[in-house]
């Protein structure tokens, strides 16, 4: 199972890189205003200095909403660097754009997965990665992780090689049930990923440890 992170903010990113489990990043427009990045050159840039922190792939994604625009803005976003993954919204010229990327050796992810028949279109596009909303889900009463499972199911009825991706987690069990489902990718807030490292039993079992040690020395 991969980790990404899913952040602009670089010290973040830096510190998830640090910790040695993180597989890559991804972003949105929304995460790149949290940080304070605005206007084209200043993304474009700022994108080419999450890859070079990172070893894996980064998604970066396009602002337009037509097919051609979203073909010329995904090659600009796929030169910047090797480790760039073009981010496309799921509408029906994001499908059109993805079967183009996949046709052209260009990785994608199709982003704002809300169904498991979004899901399946976007895997015959031969998008590498899908991004179901798990957290969003939930926040209107729908089961997120279900959604998360029935992708699962589908993609292995037929051996899609597409990879789910889960998005919008909101803590550690969105990750932990995302394991058990089988999700080939958690992108996760860096708290949740830290998060795991946690349990109360561990901190009282290292006290006592390091407290019997000095005890004999
Ligand atoms: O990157 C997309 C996704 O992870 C957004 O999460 O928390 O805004 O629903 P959230």
């Known amino acids: 199972m991969k980790f990404f992170v899913d952040t602009a903010n670089l010290d973040q990113i830096r510190e998830a890189q640090d910790l040695g489990v993180l597989d890559g990043v991804t972003t949105n427009p929304s995460l790149m205003a949290k940080e304070g990045i605005t206007g084209a050159k200043n993304i474009l840039q700022h994108y080419v200095d999450i890859c070079n922190i990172v070893d894996g792939d980064v998604s970066a994604e396009v602002i337009a909403t037509d097919y051609e625009g979203m073909v010329k803005e995904g090659k600009e976003l796929a030169a910047l660097h090797d480790q760039i993954v073009v981010k496309l919204p799921m509408i029906k010229d994001g499908i059109k754009a993805a079967k183009h990327f996949n046709d052209i050796g260009i990785k994608t992810n199709v982003t704002l997965i809300f169904s498991a028949g979004q899901a ?98």
């Open 120 to 217: 399946l279109l976007a895997a015959k596009a031969g998008a590498t990665y899908v991004s179901p909303f798990l957290g969003r889900l939930d926040d209107v009463s729908t089961d997120g992780l279900s959604l998360i499972a029935e992708i699962r199911q589908i993609y292995d009825n037929y051996g899609f090689e597409t990879q789910i991706l889960a998005a919008s987690i909101r803590h550690t069990m969105h990750i932990i049930d995302c394991a058990k489902i089988g999700a080939d990718v958690i992108t996760s807030p860096l708290s949740s990923i830290n998060g795991l490292l946690k349990h109360p039993l561990t901190d009282i079992g290292l006290e006592k440890f390091l407290a019997d040690y000095k005890k004999g020395n």
